[in-house]
Nanobody
Framework: QVQLVESGGGLVQAGGSLRLSCQAS????????MAWFRQAPGKEREFVGA????????SYADSVKGRFTISRDNGKNTVYLQMNSLKPEDTGVYYC????????????WGQGTQVTVSS
C-alpha cells in the first residue's frame, strides 16, 4: 500500500512559481504511476499532469502545458509538480494520486495542499 502526503502549497502572486511535493510511504512507490489533480472552489476535480513509474512518459492538461512540470525521484519516494507562470485560475486544492498500473484507476490519494494565486 502507498500512502501520500502533499506539501508546498501556499499563496503566490500571478506570474510566480511554486513547487509541490508528494511524499509516498511504502516500498512499492517505484512501481506506481503518479499524477496531480486539482479542484477549484465549486468545480470538479481535474487532471493536471502525470508521470509513469519509470519517468519515461509524462502528460499534461492543455491548461498547464509549458508552465507546469511533473517529475519523480524514486530513490526519495517523491513526486514533484513545478508550477511556473502561475495564474489566478490555477487556484485550488492540489492532490497527489497513485495507480498500480496504466490499466488501473488512480485509487490512492493524498489529503491535498492549497494553492492560491492572487491577481
Amino acid at each position: 500500500q502507498v500512502q501520500l502526503v502533499e506539501s508546498g502549497g501556499g499563496l503566490v502572486q500571478a506570474g510566480g512559481s511554486l513547487r509541490l511535493s508528494c511524499q509516498a510511504s511504502g516500498r512499492t512507490f517505484s512501481t506506481y504511476d503518479m499524477a496531480w489533480f486539482r479542484q477549484a472552489p465549486g468545480k470538479e476535480r481535474e487532471f493536471v499532469g502525470a508521470v509513469n513509474w519509470s519517468s519515461r512518459s509524462t502528460s499534461y492538461a492543455d491548461s498547464v502545458k509549458g508552465r507546469f512540470t511533473i517529475s519523480r525521484d524514486n530513490g526519495k519516494n517523491t513526486v514533484y509538480l513545478q508550477m511556473n507562470s502561475l495564474k489566478p485560475e490555477d487556484t485550488g486544492v492540489y492532490y497527489c494520486a497513485a495507480r498500480p498500473g496504466f490499466l488501473s484507476g488512480y485509487d490512492r490519494w493524498g489529503q491535498g495542499t492549497q494553492v492560491t494565486v492572487s491577481s
